[in-house]
């Protein structure tokens, strides 16, 4: 762990957070995902929007505090990316197809869940590789 940037990690997590945020607006893919898992974002129930935000931002940071620590201190740019990218296809996105499986999820939102994790762990490892 030591020498690990954590300003770095920090920063990723939240830009990570902010893909997400991009991810599922309405400029990309909130209305698919809407309705393939029936979310009303009028009706009540679950947890309060400021409690999920925030819950998935610091998920995030913690997120690319492991990433960061697994890379470790200094990664090349080409290591940070390619881990970035194995993260988030290869870990990430087989098990949530894994689970998707098992729990008969439609195709479409597996790859709109998993679309984002590469996305987001893409963002962690061009944020690691160039921020020493």
Same mark, same amino acid.
């Given at each position: 762990? %030591?020498?690990?940037?954590?300003?770095?990690?920090?920063?990723?997590? !939240? &830009?990570?957070? #902010?893909?997400? #945020?991009?991810?599922?607006?309405?400029? +990309?893919? &909130? $209305? @698919?995902?809407? $309705?393939?898992? #029936?979310?009303?974002? $009028?009706?009540?129930?679950?947890?309060?929007?400021?409690? +999920?935000? +925030?819950? +998935?931002?610091?998920?995030?940071?913690?997120?690319? =505090?492991? *990433?960061?620590?697994? !890379?470790? @201190?200094?990664?090349?740019?080409?290591?940070?990316?390619?881990?970035?990218?194995?993260?988030?296809?290869?870990? =990430? #996105? %087989?098990? =949530?197809?894994?689970?998707?499986? *098992?729990?008969? !999820?439609?195709?479409?939102?597996?790859?709109?869940?998993?679309?984002?994790?590469?996305?987001?762990?893409?963002?962690?490892?061009?944020?690691?590789?160039?921020?020493?």
């Amino acid at each position: 762990m %030591t020498g690990i940037n954590f300003w770095a990690a920090i920063v990723a997590g !939240l &830009a990570g957070f #902010g893909v997400g #945020g991009l991810w599922y607006s309405p400029f +990309a893919f &909130a $209305k @698919p995902w809407a $309705k393939l898992v #029936g979310f009303d974002p $009028k009706s009540p129930g679950g947890y309060p929007m400021p409690v +999920a935000m +925030a819950g +998935a931002a610091a998920l995030s940071v913690v997120a690319a =505090i492991i *990433f960061a620590i697994f !890379l470790g @201190p200094h990664p090349s740019f080409g290591f940070a990316v390619g881990a970035g990218l194995a993260a988030g296809i290869g870990w =990430i #996105g %087989t098990s =949530i197809l894994t689970n998707g499986l *098992f729990q008969r !999820l439609p195709l479409e939102l597996m790859l709109i869940n998993i679309g984002n994790h590469v996305a987001q762990f893409l963002v962690f490892g061009i944020i690691l590789g160039l921020w020493h």
